[in-house]
């Protein structure tokens, strides 16, 4: 019998090797710009839920890792629902994104904080260098869905965003997203 371990359906993993994990509003404590507001968001409320396939050891040399992250609609403040963002622990190691549903827009910081963004929607293709951070916002009514694969040795180091941020959010002006870079 040909078995399949992993089912990928339009945005979604099924199997039992699938791990999910969900981000929650009172997780994110000073990622978006205006902390105050965030506070008052309901702290239990979900921003971004990820399903994730590793079906090699985290670290493995040459493994590949598989993701779909659905990113919520909603704002702080003025400022979309966001994903933490990061750069790659093993800082040369690059990522495919792609658009799967809805509307967003992907920030890409590079090592100088440089800033650029992407348009990702249904069909988008994003390539993220190496030494290149990022981070997806939602400018959508709807929830966005992306799809990413990554070098199971690349990891997350959250911790440089952690302290330094991006230097570019994406916020609502006059009904529209529009990208405010800081630098
Ligand atoms: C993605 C991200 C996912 C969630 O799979 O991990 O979209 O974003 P944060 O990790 O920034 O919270 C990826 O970039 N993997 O490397
Ligand atoms: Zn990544």
Redesign the pocket.
Same mark, same amino acid.
Do not use: C, K, M
């Given at each position: 019998m040909i078995i399949s371990p992993v089912e990928f359906l339009k945005d979604e993993l099924k199997g039992k090797e699938i791990i999910n994990k969900a981000?929650r509003i009172g997780d994110l404590k000073n990622l978006f710009k205006d902390e105050l507001q965030r506070m008052r968001v309901p702290q239990h409320k979900i921003v971004?839920e990820?399903q994730a396939y590793l079906p090699v050891d985290e670290g493995t040399l040459g493994g590949l890792f598989f &993701?779909i992250?659905k990113i919520h609609s909603g704002k702080v403040g003025n400022e979309y629902f966001i994903?933490? &963002?990061?750069f790659?622990e093993v800082a040369d190691r690059a990522?495919y994104y792609w658009g799967i549903k809805g509307q967003g827009i992907l920030i890409l910081m590079d090592q100088s904080r440089k800033i650029r963004a992407e348009i990702m929607q249904e069909g988008s293709l994003h390539y993220i260098p190496a030494y290149t951070a990022?981070?997806v916002a939602n400018t959508g009514i709807d929830t966005l869905s992306f799809g990413?694969c990554?070098p199971a040795d690349?990891g997350?180091n959250y911790a440089e965003i952690a302290a330094h941020g991006f230097s570019g959010r994406v916020v609502e002006i006059n009904g529209l997203p529009q990208l405010i870079t800081e630098d």
């Open positions: 981000t971004y990820v &993701g992250t994903t933490r &963002g990061h790659h990522e990022h981070r990413a990554w690349a997350h």
